[in-house]
C-alpha cells in the first residue's frame, strides 16, 4: 500500500485545530519538521521549525501556525504523547515552547519500543521501518530532502509528508501495544518505566563538555607530522594498499588483504609494525584534527548527542561526535576540562563486566575474589598458569586479563594468540604463542571457573532453543541462527546488555537524587562504564558521593549478593586525562 492511503484512512482537520476532547482520546502522536538544519548538528539548536503535526484515534491535525502550537500542547498536556525518536522532537519543541518534563507514563517512543520489541531480529528501528512491518506501508522519504533547504512556506506535498509521518507514528504505536500484550512481557514496560522513559528526558539535560581548542590543535598538527614523516621513511605510500602489498613482497612477506587483522599476524617485522603505526597516527590526524574542531566545537564545548539505545544489546550510542570513541590516550583526553572554576569528578565501576560474569554464572571461585577485592587478572593468571608466585608485574598478568574480558566475547584461540603476540611485541618480549598454547590457555581458563563454563553451555542452548537471550532485567536479545557469532551473543549479551542497564539505572538514580538535593544534572559524559561529570570544586565531593552511592545502589539492585566497587577520584582532575 502506498503512503497515500494512509489519510484516506483518517479525518484530515483543517490546518491549526484540534478535534475535541472526547475525539482526540487518552494517546497523541506528536511530529515536528523543521528546515534549514545542519545534518551534523540535528540534536543542537539549528534549523527552523516549520510545522506540527498531531495524530490520534481516526485524525490527523497540522499546525504551521506557530502562534496556535502553545495552546494545542496544552489541550494535549494530560494525554499520553507518542514520538518516534523523542529526545529529538522534544528538544526542538522546547526551543519554541514550554513543555514540562514528561513522566514515562506520559510518554511513548516507537523507536525506543521496537528495540525493545524486537533487538537482533530487525537491524533497522526507523518509522519508514515500522510503517512497512506493521502498517504494509511504504513512506515515501525522498520529501524529507526538500525539508534541508531554508523555507517558510510548506508545498502540498510537503504536508502530506508531515500528516503521514504522524499518522503512521500512532498507528505504529496501536501495533506495538498489541504485540506486548500478545507476548505477555511485563519487563518491556518494566525497563521503559525504570530505565528507557526516564532517560529520555535526562539525556537532554546533559551539559557540554569543555575543550582546549588550542591544546587540540597542536596535536593535531603533531600527529599530522608524524604521519608524514612514517611516510617519508617508509618510502612509499602505505595508505595505498597496492603499494604496501608490493613493499612487503619485496621483503617476502605475502599477504592476500592488507587489513589490520592479516598483517597483525606479520606483526615482529619492522615494516608491518610501521605500516600499522602509521594507519594509526593517519586515523587520529583525520578523525581527531582540526576539522574535529571546525564540526563540533560550539563556544568552547561539545555537546554530543547520546542516543539512549544505541545498540542491540541496550548501551548507549554517542554521536556528532562520538564521546566513547575518544582515544584513552591522556593528550587527547587531556584536552577535555572541567567549565571555569569546575572540576571533574570521574567515576566507573571497578570489573564491572567480571562482576556481571560472576552473578549470571554464579562461579565461586569468582563470586569470592570479588568479594575479597582480589585483582581478578591476577587471580585468573595464577589460576590458569597455576603459579602462586606470580605477580602484579608479571607479564602473564596480562594474558589473564585478555581471558577475564575475551571470554565472554566468544575469544578463540586464534584470537587470543594474534592479542598476545602484539603484546610481546609492543613490549619487546621475546616470545610467540602458537594456536596450541592458545586453546590450552582458554581450557585452563575454564578448568579454574567451572561456573563460568557451565553457565556458557547452558546459555548457548537457552539461545538455540527459545531463540534469545535476556539481561537481568529481563533485555531481550534475539538471535539470528545464521549469523556465525550467534552463540557468543547468548554469552555475551546478557552481560553487556547487562551491564548497561545497570549504567542507565545509576543515571536514573542520580537524577533523582540531584533533584531532590537542588542539585543541576552535572553529567557531560557517559563512556560505557563510566559516569564524568562536571561540578563546583566547593561541592565535588558531596555530588560525586551521590553518583558512587547511585552506581553502587544500581548494581546492589540489579545484581544482589555481588560485591560492587565504584572507582572515585582521590584528587579532582581539571581535565579528562586521570582521576588523580
Known sequence: MSSS???KQVTVLPYNTLPSQEMIGSHVAIDT?????????LHRPTGNLICVTMSGVGWVTLFDDMSKVQSALNAVQEKRWIFHNAPFDLFHLRRWFNIDERSPDKLWDTMIFERLL??????SFSLADLARRYLKVVL???????????????????????????????????YQVRQIDLRKDDNIYKLWNEIEGPMIEIVQRFK????????????AEKNE??????????????????QVKDALAKQGIIVFSTQESDLLDFIHHDIVKKILEYRKTAKLASTYGKKFLHRFVENGKIFSHYWTVGADSGRMASSNPNLQNIPSDKNFRGCFVASLGNVLGIYDYHQQEPCITAFESQDQALIDAIANHRDLHLETAIRVFKDESITKDDYRRF??????????????????????????????????????????????????????????????????????????????????????????????????GGAADQVKLAIVMFDKACKASGIDLPIVA??????????????AKSIGGILQHCMEAAGHKLYPGIVWTVSSPKEFPISWAGKD
Open 5 to 7: 492511503q494512509l489519510l
Open 33 to 41: 519538521e523543521l528546515t534549514g538544519m545542519n545534518e551534523e548538528k
Open 118 to 123: 524486537w533487538s537482533g531480529y530487525y537491524t
Open 140 to 174: 515515501d522519504k525522498k520529501v524529507r530532502e526538500q525539508f534541508s533547504k531554508k523555507g517558510s512556506v510548506l508545498t502540498n506535498e510537503q504536508r502530506i509528508y508531515a500528516m503521514e509521518d504522524a499518522v503512521a507514528t500512532y498507528m505504529s504505536w496501536e
Open 208 to 219: 557540554g563538555f569543555s575543550i582546549l581548542s588550542d591544546k587540540w590543535e597542536e596535536m
Open 225 to 242: 607530522s608524524i604521519k608524514n614523516a612514517l611516510a617519508n621513511k617508509l618510502g612509499f605510500n602505505p595508505g595505498s594498499p597496492k
Open 399 to 496: 594474558l589473564g586479563k585478555i581471558l577475564n574480558l575475551g571470554i565472554t566475547y566468544g575469544l578463540g584461540p586464534a584470537a587470543l594468540r594474534r592479542q598476545v603476540n602484539i603484546y610481546y611485541s609492543e613490549n619487546n618480549i621475546d616470545m610467540s604463542m602458537g594456536y596450541r598454547e592458545a586453546l590450552d590457555l582458554i581450557k585452563a581458563y575454564f578448568e579454574s571457573y567451572p561456573g563460568i563454563d557451565e553457565w556458557s553451555k547452558h546459555q548457548k542452548w537457552l539461545g538455540e532453543h527459545q531463540g534469545y537471550v535476556t539481561t537481568a532485567m529481563g533485555r531481550r536479545r534475539y538471535l539470528n541462527p545464521y549469523s556465525f557469532n550467534w552463540k557468543n551473543i547468548t554469552v555475551n549479551d546478557p552481560i553487556q
Open 526 to 539: 557517559v563512556v560505557h562504564d563510566e559516569i564524568v561529570i562536571d561540578v563546583p570544586k566547593e561541592s
